[in-house]
């Protein structure tokens, strides 16, 4: 990497932890456009990487980012005791399963329309987020009556969830708690106070297993920049993850001192271009191709 692509991936890093503690979403959704940018081959990154693996890279690359700011996160929760752990054990084993299948879909996949499916998330992920006090309100609603499944069929439900959640957790390059929070507080009614507990426990799980696939699936292909373990950039990953883990506690303290609903709305809508543009420009060119 050159000295200017390491400085802007370090800034960026402490950006991601920031606005990850403030809003309360996955770094995934901001690394993974943020690595395309980088691993695109453009001559100021230092970063030789041929163009079909590019996508799959940073795929890769964002699920070892996850897996260490994910493992920070659970544990202030478990030290809390804000983890169902009779759901989240369940849910991480399925996960678990799952993200390999999810990782070897990556690789097979054409990169524009891995980029267009990625699209489509970050578009899902700014309309939940430009909506989120109007969601919560329901979903506290629906989470105080405990009416959901119970004994086993909790159990069988919890793990039927997450084999969905890692498969496309490993597939996206995210860690999936956009979609692991309805289905803990929808599908399982766990309790809103272990709900982030409880989806951060299973976001390590799917990470992990996703990003050792990646790495499995990249070792001995030709076309990849140095420093790289499979399909994991490995200098990348070193200048996110500082900022990533430092600066999400900054961010959780500006979400208690500070009105956050226009910031909120602002930065739905960013992930919502920035969504809307992936689909359209990768979805054309993969229809076309």
Do not use: C
């Amino acid at each position: 990497m050159s000295l200017a692509a390491v400085l802007l991936t370090l800034v960026f890093g402490g950006l991601v932890g920031t606005v990850s503690g403030l809003f309360g979403i996955g770094g995934g959704v901001l690394n993974v456009p943020f690595l395309y940018e980088l691993l695109d081959g453009a001559p100021w990154t230092g970063v030789p990487v041929e163009l079909g693996h590019q996508t799959v890279l940073a795929h890769g690359t964002s699920l070892a980012v996850i897996v260490p700011t994910a493992l920070s996160g659970a544990w202030i929760h478990h030290r809390a005791g804000r983890v169902e752990w009779g759901v989240a054990i369940p849910m991480a084993l399925g996960a678990m399963v799952s993200a390999p299948f999810g990782a070897g879909l990556a690789v097979g996949v054409d990169p524009d329309l891995l980029k267009a499916l990625f699209g489509a998330v970050l578009l899902a992920a700014g309309i939940r987020l430009g909506i989120r006090p109007r969601v919560d309100l329901g979903m506290e609603a629906l989470s105080e009556p405990k009416t959901g499944p119970q004994g086993s069929a909790r159990v069988i439900a919890a793990t039927a969830l997450g084999v969905f959640e890692g498969l496309f957790a490993a597939l996206m390059g995210i860690g999936g708690a956009v979609i692991t929070i309805p289905m803990l507080i929808w599908g399982l009614r766990v309790e809103m106070s272990r709900v982030a507990g409880t989806a951060i426990v299973v976001v390590v799980a799917a990470a992990s297993a996703g990003v050792l696939s990646y790495v499995r699936a990249g070792m001995g292909v030709v076309g990849l920049p140095p420093f790289s373990f499979g399909f994991v950039f490995l200098p990348a990953v070193a200048a996110l993850v500082p900022g990533a883990v430092l600066m999400a506690r900054v961010g959780a303290r500006l979400n208690h001192r500070m009105a956050t609903r226009r910031l909120s709305t602002l930065f739905a809508l960013l992930l919502g271009l920035v969504g809307l543009r992936l689909v359209l420009l990768h979805g054309a060119t993969a229809l076309i191709g």
